[in-house]
């Protein structure tokens, strides 16, 4: 049978509404009654009903979390973390996948009706502002990624062109001067990859260091394939790149299967920085440097976001959040110590 505010109350011999104040953690309640109160729970395995308490706020106590492929190690890695930032809060997360199809994005961000969650976070790849335009305002909505929009939603991404100049002054310190960028996707100028563009020009630039499109490698997707084709054409096109900065590491594990199969000893000959500090990353025969973006801080400033919004839905004013990022200095780089 299951146990009762009120069973708790009459074992402790306290009002319901104290033992309410407690599992709720109200600060009104003096410690040793606290104390007192928290033993009888313990002791009689009480189970807050989870459910009940949502819906008194007139609530599900469920959110969705939408991203382009949960395939994706780094995408996979995150949806763990938003689940876990999730339950500190009591809350369920179901999960989506839009493929990064700019009409499953929009199905996504607008098809959730009838209160069957009280918010959605979501990773878009080619939605555009517009689609945006007729969404239910009723159910919250906190963006990720890097895409930018002019929107009133809170938007959480760290910074993508600081990151990219970071990963490749890493690689201006090694003394490399021929550096490839792998992932342009330059048919957009607002996808992820074109900021990571800009932050590989800028800081090529910056050391006096020419940034031709000779060096940079397109691909139509992100995966260890798109890496392995865009390396090879690279090479194939005359080109003798001594680094390579690579759009994630799923990309830069691609390029450096290529390099391998070319005869090309990474770091001695060229060496590799990718993006996402994916757990692959860190177990391959040469381990990969990368740009480690905080995915449980994301993950906390998406969901507090999100439930700030259920708090406070007259806010219509959307923020710019910014996590940490730092580089992971590995063997793609170092070589082995």
């Given at each position: 049978?299951?146990?009762?505010?009120?069973?708790?109350?009459?074992?402790?011999?306290?009002?319901?509404?104290?033992?309410?104040?407690?599992?709720?953690?109200?600060?009104?309640?003096?410690?040793?009654?606290?104390?007192?109160?928290?033993?009888?729970?313990?002791?009689?395995?009480?189970?807050?009903?989870?459910?009940?308490?949502?819906?008194?706020?007139?609530?599900?106590?469920?959110?969705?979390?939408?991203?382009?492929?949960?395939?994706?190690?780094?995408?996979?890695?995150?949806?763990?973390?938003?689940?876990?930032?999730?339950?500190?809060?009591?809350?369920?997360?179901?999960?989506?996948?839009?493929?990064?199809?700019?009409?499953?994005?929009?199905?996504?961000?607008?098809?959730?009706?009838?209160?069957?969650?009280?918010?959605?976070?979501?990773?878009?790849?080619?939605?555009?502002?517009?689609?945006?335009?007729?969404?239910?305002?009723?159910?919250?909505?906190?963006?990720?990624?890097?895409?930018?929009?002019?929107?009133?939603?809170?938007?959480?991404?760290?910074?993508?062109?600081?990151?990219?100049?970071?990963?490749?002054?890493?690689?201006?310190?090694?003394?490399?001067?021929?550096?490839?960028?792998?992932?342009?996707?330059?048919?957009?100028?607002?996808?992820?990859?074109?900021?990571?563009?800009?932050?590989?020009?800028?800081?090529?630039?910056?050391?006096?260091?020419?940034?031709?499109?000779?060096?940079?490698?397109?691909?139509?997707?992100?995966?260890?394939?798109?890496?392995?084709?865009?390396?090879?054409?690279?090479?194939?096109?005359?080109?003798?790149?001594?680094?390579?900065?690579?759009?994630?590491?799923?990309?830069?594990?691609?390029?450096?299967?290529?390099?391998?199969e070319r005869g090309l000893r990474v770091p001695w000959d060229v060496a590799v920085v990718g993006f996402d500090d994916i757990a692959?990353?860190?177990?391959?025969?040469?381990?990969?440097?990368?740009?480690?973006?905080?995915?449980?801080?994301?993950?906390?400033?998406?969901?507090?976001?999100?439930?700030?919004?259920?708090?406070?839905?007259?806010?219509?004013?959307?923020?710019?959040?910014?996590?940490?990022?730092?580089?992971?200095?590995?063997?793609?780089?170092?070589?082995?110590?």
């Open positions: 049978m299951r146990v009762s505010l009120k069973d708790v109350a009459e074992h402790a011999g306290v009002s319901i509404k104290t033992v309410s104040n407690v599992v709720n953690n109200h600060p009104h309640v003096t410690p040793a009654m606290r104390s007192r109160v928290q033993r009888t729970i313990d002791e009689l395995g009480y189970r807050p009903n989870l459910a009940a308490r949502h819906l008194r706020k007139g609530r599900t106590g469920i959110i969705a979390l939408a991203v382009p492929e949960l395939g994706n190690p780094y995408f996979a890695e995150l949806a763990g973390a938003v689940i876990d930032a999730a339950a500190e809060h009591d809350v369920t997360v179901l999960l989506d996948h839009t493929q990064g199809d700019r009409e499953q994005e929009i199905l996504v961000s607008q098809g959730f009706r009838e209160r069957v969650i009280d918010g959605l976070i979501l990773s878009p790849l080619e939605l555009e502002a517009e689609d945006l335009g007729g969404r239910d305002g009723d159910v919250p909505l906190v963006l990720l990624g890097e895409r930018e929009y002019d929107l009133p939603y809170d938007h959480i991404a760290i910074d993508n062109v600081a990151a990219a100049r970071t990963a490749v002054r890493h690689l201006l310190g090694r003394g490399r001067t021929r550096i490839v960028y792998l992932g342009a996707r330059t048919d957009s100028a607002n996808r992820p990859a074109h900021l990571r563009l800009d932050g590989w020009r800028a800081e090529l630039t910056a050391a006096g260091l020419p940034a031709p499109d000779e060096l940079v490698g397109e691909t139509t997707g992100w995966d260890r394939d798109d890496g392995a084709y865009a390396m090879a054409r690279i090479l194939d096109s005359g080109v003798r790149p001594d680094a390579v900065f690579a759009y994630n590491d799923l990309v830069a594990i691609g390029a450096m299967r290529v390099l391998h692959e990353g860190r177990f391959g025969a040469v381990t990969l440097t990368t740009i480690s973006p905080d995915k449980p801080a994301i993950a906390r400033l998406a969901v507090r976001s999100l439930l700030h919004r259920l708090e406070r839905p007259e806010e219509r004013t959307g923020r710019r959040l910014t996590p940490e990022y730092r580089l992971i200095e590995r063997e793609s780089t170092l070589g082995r110590r």
